[in-house]
C-alpha cells in the first residue's frame, strides 16, 4: 500500500466500523486502574467473556486498595471464564500491591513505568497511555500486526516490530485511533483466515499480502 493512501484508509475504515460493537477494552475507560484491569482480563479471551467479567470484578472492587483487599480465590471466581483465569488473579493482585507501593496507588502514565509493571507489555502499556490518558502511543494486537502487513504498510514479523513500524510510519495524528480501527476491522471483516475481501471497502489500497483464499 502506498504511504500516501493510509488517510484515505484511516477515513474509510472510521466510517465503517459504526456498524459494529465496541472492542471490549474500549467499554470500561472510567477511570485508569479500569482501563488496565480490563485490558489484562482481555488478553487472549474473546470480548463477551470480558466484558462479564470486567462487570463481576468491578461491582466487587475497583480500586487497587479495593482489589487486595479481596482475596485471589474471590477475584478468580469473579472473572471466570477468561482465560488463564487463575494466573491473571494473581497478576491483578500483583500490579495492585505494585501500585500502591510504588505509585501511590494510581496508574502511571508513563510507557516505561507501565511495562515494569507485572504481567503488562507493550500492547496493554499502550493500549492505557492512549485510552486511560489520550497520549500518543501505537498499541498493536493480533489485528493490528496482521492488518498492516496485509496492506503491505509493513513488513513485520511480530506485533513488537510492527509497533515500531509503525511508530516511523503512521502518521501521529492516527496512533491513537489505529488500534480501535483494525481491532474492529479484523474481528468482523478482515479474518486471519478467509477474509471478506468482496465486502472490504479498503481492497482498492490492499496488497493482500499471505492472503490465500478469501470471500
Known amino acids: 500500500m502506498n504511504s500516501e493512501n493510509i488517510h484515505q484508509v484511516v477515513r474509510i475504515l472510521r ?30 479471551t474473546q470480548d463477551k467473556t470480558t466484558n462479564a467479567a470486567s462487570e463481576r470484578l468491578f461491582a466487587i472492587a475497583n480500586t487497587p486498595e479495593k482489589i487486595l483487599a479481596t482475596s ?33 496507588g494510581q496508574v502511571p502514565s508513563n510507557l516505561e513505568e507501565l511495562l515494569e509493571l507485572p504481567g503488562v ?44 513500524a509503525l511508530r516511523n510510519k503512521l502518521p501521529r495524528r492516527y496512533w491513537v485511533i489505529f488500534n480501535d480501527l483494525l481491532v474492529t476491522y479484523g474481528q468482523n471483516l478482515c479474518k486471519p483466515i478467509s477474509p471478506f475481501c468482496s465486502k472490504c471497502k479498503i481492497v482498492a489500497y490492499c496488497r493482500r499480502v499471505g492472503v490465500i483464499t478469501s470471500r
Open 15 to 44: 466510517r465503517e466500523i459504526r456498524q459494529w460493537p465496541v472492542p471490549a477494552i474500549g467499554h470500561y475507560t472510567e477511570t485508569p486502574f479500569t482501563v488496565l484491569i480490563s485490558c489484562i482480563l482481555s488478553l487472549r
Open 72 to 104: 485471589v480465590r474471590v477475584i478468580e471466581k469473579a472473572i471466570y471464564p477468561v482465560s488463564f483465569y487463575r494466573v491473571k488473579a494473581r497478576t491483578i493482585h500483583g500490579i495492585c500491591g505494585q501500585l500502591i507501593e510504588r505509585f501511590g
Open 121 to 164: 507489555g507493550r500492547k496493554t502499556a499502550n493500549i492505557v497511555v492512549t485510552l486511560a490518558f489520550r497520549k500518543a502511543g501505537i498499541a498493536v494486537d493480533t489485528h493490528v500486526h496482521r492488518i498492516s502487513n496485509r496492506l503491505g504498510y509493513v513488513k513485520t514479523k511480530t506485533p513488537d516490530q510492527t509497533e515500531m
